[in-house]
């Protein structure tokens, strides 16, 4: 009897509430209430998509599950896989298998007004600019060029066209990354005096894709510092860099796959981070912000986050992390298209702006200088024509 003072009110008397941050019940409650308007009433674009190897296999995977597109195009040069991925997909014979070099039947078709990349980094800018010049949005893989100016060109001309260029940073759609993000800026932690990241790879990539990659600072490390300037809303004013090749063949196509790396900002807040080719325990992925008022984190995710078993004296055994990136970052990609897609079909603003990617791609240029050379590189943005708010 001693608590029963405390029971309150009936819960039937309470209005049901439920935390935002369980953003798959909002799904549901969109669902079973039919919510219009958290569903597009566009017709569908009509896609083309370029490349189905790492993450041109993850976007037709969204895309085929996804009311809001229909693939009329894939381009890809392994033609012993054209029937195969027919199959597995069951797609209809109105989906045309083409070759590179057959492409510009995509760029003539007028009903085609979407082209999503995730071919090669050095075929990017070809495709991108004949999409444009032909008024197609693009979804590109990074990096949008191999070269900021290249880059540069290939938004000049999407702006000049009024077509779309998006520059696929999937990590800023992953749910757990936002919500820190959200946080920080309610100033849950106060001013940010450091912020980690750990990105390491798994499984080991391929020597071929390596070589194609653009490097690791513009093929991995542009991830880790687009979440830092992301998260902080600001650039850094100062990078240095150490890495080396502890891998033989790395070494042997002179890149690196084992980096750190520290990154100082105007606000006086400072960024270090660390990067591998190669985690032989899965895809390791942490993010911490701490500031005068606290800290906030997101660890590495796991398959099955409730499952633990405790055997013997060997203590708790937890599921391992996830294998690689398709899995830990599923939520992300899907999120990623949704916002795409919005942009495309409703006019929602661009997340991923023409100024933060370039920026990101001087960052990495800067960080593989120090690296390399050894020496800090300060950077300069007063002619980057940076906005006051960079995010």
């Known amino acids: 009897m001693a608590t029963k003072k405390f029971a309150g009110p009936s819960p039937y008397s309470l209005k049901a509430t439920y935390p935002e941050d369980d953003y798959l019940y909002t799904e549901y409650v ?20 370029f490349g189905l190897g790492r993450a041109g296999s993850i976007h037709l995977s969204n895309i085929m599950g996804n009311p809001r597109v229909v693939v009329k195009y894939i381009v890809d040069d392994r033609k012993e896989r054209f029937e195969e991925l027919r199959k597995y997909w069951s797609l209809s014979k109105d989906v ?3 070759t590179s070099a057959e492409a510009d039947k995509v760029y003539k078709d007028k009903t085609v007004n979407v082209v999503f990349i995730g071919s090669p980094t050095h075929t990017h800018h070809d495709i991108v600019v004949k999409s444009i010049s032909n008024n197609k949005d693009v979804y590109c893989e990074k990096p949008i060029a191999e070269n900021i100016e290249d880059t540069r060109k290939c938004y000049e001309a999407a702006k000049a066209k009024g077509r779309i260029l998006f520059a696929a940073f999937n990590r800023r759609f992953d749910p757990a990354y936002r919500g820190l993000r959200d946080r920080v800026r ?35 490390l542009v991830h880790d510092f687009d979440m830092v300037c992301w998260v902080l809303g600001e650039l850094p004013v100062r990078v240095q860099a150490s890495a080396s090749a502890l891998i033989p063949e790395v070494k042997a196509i002179d890149d690196f796959d084992t980096i750190a790396f520290l990154l100082t900002f105007p606000s006086g807040a400072v960024a270090l981070g660390d990067n591998s080719r190669f985690s032989a325990y899965g895809y390791d992925q942490r ?35 996830y294998y690689s990136f398709p899995s830990r970052y599923r939520l992300a990609y899907r999120r ?3 916002h795409f897609l919005d942009i495309v079909q409703k006019g929602t603003p661009m997340e991923v702006t023409s100024w933060q990617t370039l920026a990101v791609s001087k960052i990495a240029t800067a960080a593989e200088r120090s690296a390399r050379t050894g020496q800090a590189v300060d950077l300069d943005w007063t002619k980057d024509h940076i906005p006051a708010v960079y995010s």
């Open 186 to 220: 309610k100033g849950d932690v106060g001013h940010v005096q450091i912020i980690k990241v750990t990105a390491r790879d798994s499984p080991l990539p391929s020597i071929d894709y390596l070589k194609n990659s653009g490097g690791v600072f513009h093929d991995c």
């Open 96 to 98: 045309c298998f083409i």
């Open 287 to 321: 993010l911490e912000v701490f500031g005068n008022k606290g800290m906030v984190k997101v660890e590495n995710e796991r398959p099955c986050h409730a499952t633990e078993a405790l055997l013997g004296q060997g203590g708790v055994q937890l599921t391992p992390i």
């Open 336 to 338: 990623e298209l949704e």
């Open 30 to 49: 969109n669902d079973v209430t039919c919510n219009h308007a958290s569903k597009s009433q566009a017709p569908p674009v009509m896609a083309a998509i």
